[in-house]
Each structure stands twice: as structure tokens, then as C-alpha cells.
């Protein structure tokens, strides 16, 4: 059952459905057994029966679209990222890894993060302490029930130590996963239908007001279907609450290029909306 325009948020006084109409806070809902329904669509349609309209929905109030699902990535998903790979482990002699990688019939997946190590909408990400090349990686993302289904769509971040994970393939853990190391949000788009491959993600990186960096690209230049990645993710491993997959990036700054802190990150992808995040 498909809902046309539905979006999920997450919110600190509970889950909120946007639609075209209405704006409904929901009552007695629970993020975990919302998002793993069958239907989600269904159960969302049906969870706003009874539930009080708010006015307006405050952005600044949003937490990330998560409840206890585990956050992971693929990586070297689209031409360009295999590029940017294979720049950053020349010098560790890994090169050609990321070729290979590409070329696989199996993805590059990895975990990112844990619900505590994520944040939301016009929440701060960080850069690590012992790094000195961060980027960070605009990715449309997979929302997936507990079943593997992908229910909807949202927009991640995935922030990236370059130096670090450039300087050996197996310190690639350290370049990803730390604290405040994943943006989620706004919403997720709730949707059966997969997005369509002219979807344009984009990027604009901001420092003191001036746009230090902007980069855009489409799905269509993205190798894999994500039913695929899922499919892969979901071999021998269980995911009780459902999971958030970032499906890959295909916009890069130029190797020149470091995140410094109070830069603001804005992403978008429609119509799901703008992420944006201030790095701290």
C-alpha cells in the first residue's frame, strides 16, 4: 500500500506523518514496531486515525529518523567513489582493490553506526581528532523492515577520515565509525516505488557564509540496485529492528579539500528534502 508523499519523522515527543493535507503527530507509537510493520504505509495510515494535527512541524526539532537499527554503508558504489579509493591506498600499495571491488559481483559493506553514534537534521557532526583529510559522503539511504523489505528513503551522511582509511584498507573502522560519525534525516520518504535513476542528490559545503564546495549527481550513475545491496547485507545476518543502508556516494571533493570545524554541510535529494548539519 503506497501513500503517495508520506513522510516519517522522528520527533522527542514521538513519530510524525507529513502528507500533502495533514501533519499528524502520532499517538501511542512506537518507532521500532512502526517502521517493521508489513506494511508500513498501511501502518502509518492507519496510526494517524485518532492522532492530534500539529499546526506546523519545527525542523529544528527533529531527531534522527532512527529507533534501534543499526546504520550501515556500500561503498565504491559508483565510478567516482572507486576513483577516490583507489587515490587515497596508492600509497599503501591497495590501488587496485577498490577496482576489483567495483568490478565484484558482492558489494563493499560495512557498519557504520549504532543509534548513539548518529545524529539528525541540523545536528552536529564531527571530524576525528587524529585525522587530517575529512569529507563528507551525501548518500541517498535505504530504510529496511526487519524482513528486508525497503520501506523508504532518506538522506545520510557518511563522514569519512580519507588519510586515515587511504593509509591502510584495514583502518577503514577508525575512517568511519566514531562518535557523531553519521547524519540521518530530515524524514524518510515512504514509499513502494524504488527512486527513479534521474533522482539528483546534491551537495553544498559552506564556510563563513561562502560556499567552500558544491557537487551534484544522479542514481543513474550509481552501479548497483539497492534491492541488490540489501540482499547482500541480509545474508546470514538478522536484523531485529530493521536497519538504514547508505547505498554509496558519487560526489567527492577534490583531494585539496578538508572539512574544518563550523563548516555547514547541506544535502539534498528530492523530494525528500535538505539534510544539514554544522561540523563541530
Known amino acids: 500500500m503506497d501513500r503517495g508523499g508520506m513522510m516519517l519523522f522522528n520527533t522527542p515527543g514521538g513519530p510524525v506523518v507529513q502528507t500533502p493535507s495533514r501533519c499528524v503527530r502520532l499517538a501511542r507509537t512506537d518507532w521500532n514496531p512502526l517502521t517493521n510493520a508489513s506494511d508500513v504505509a498501511h501502518a502509518l495510515a492507519d496510526a494517524m486515525e485518532g492522532s492530534a494535527d500539529l499546526i506546523d512541524l519545527d525542523d529544528a526539532a527533529l531527531s534522527a529518523p532512527i529507533g534501534g537499527q543499526e546504520v550501515w554503508a556500500a561503498g565504491v558504489t559508483y565510478y567516482r567513489s572507486r576513483d577516490a579509493r583507489m587515490e587515497e591506498a596508492a600509497q599503501a600499495g591497495g590501488s587496485d582493490f577498490y577496482d576489483r571491488v567495483y568490478d ?5 559493506l560495512f557498519f557504520k553506526a549504532n543509534p548513539h553514534r548518529v545524529v539528525g537534521h541540523r545536528g552536529n557532526v564531527r571530524i576525528r581528532s587524529d585525522s587530517t583529510w575529512n569529507v563528507p559522503e551525501p548518500e541517498l539511504t535505504l530504510a529496511v523492515t526487519r524482513d528486508g523489505k525497503i520501506f523508504g528513503y532518506t ?6 577520515s580519507r588519510d586515515i582509511e587511504g593509509e591502510n584498507p584495514l583502518y577503514l573502522p577508525q575512517a568511519k565509525v566514531y562518535d557523531q560519525c553519521a547524519a ?28 567552500v564546495f558544491e557537487g551534484d549527481t544522479t542514481l543513474k550513475q550509481m552501479k548497483r540496485r539497492p534491492q541488490d545491496l540489501v540482499e547482500y547485507l541480509f545474508r546470514d545476518n538478522s536484523f531485529p529492528n530493521g536497519c538504514l543502508l547508505m547505498t554509496g556516494t558519487g560526489v567527492v571533493p577534490p583531494n585539496d579539500f578538508t572539512l574544518q570545524r563550523g563548516d555547514e554541510i547541506r544535502i539534498t535529494i528530492d523530494p525528500i528534502g535538505t539534510l544539514i548539519n554544522t561540523v563541530r
Open 184 to 211: 540521518i534525516g530530515p524524514g524518510i520518504l515512504v514509499t513502494d516505488h524504488p527512486m527513479p535513476a534521474e533522482t539528483r542528490i546534491t551537495i553544498v559545503i559552506r564556510r563563513g557564509g561562502a560556499a
Open 104 to 108: 565484484a559481483d558482492r558489494p563493499e
Open 155 to 160: 538522506i545520510g551522511n557518511d563522514m569519512s
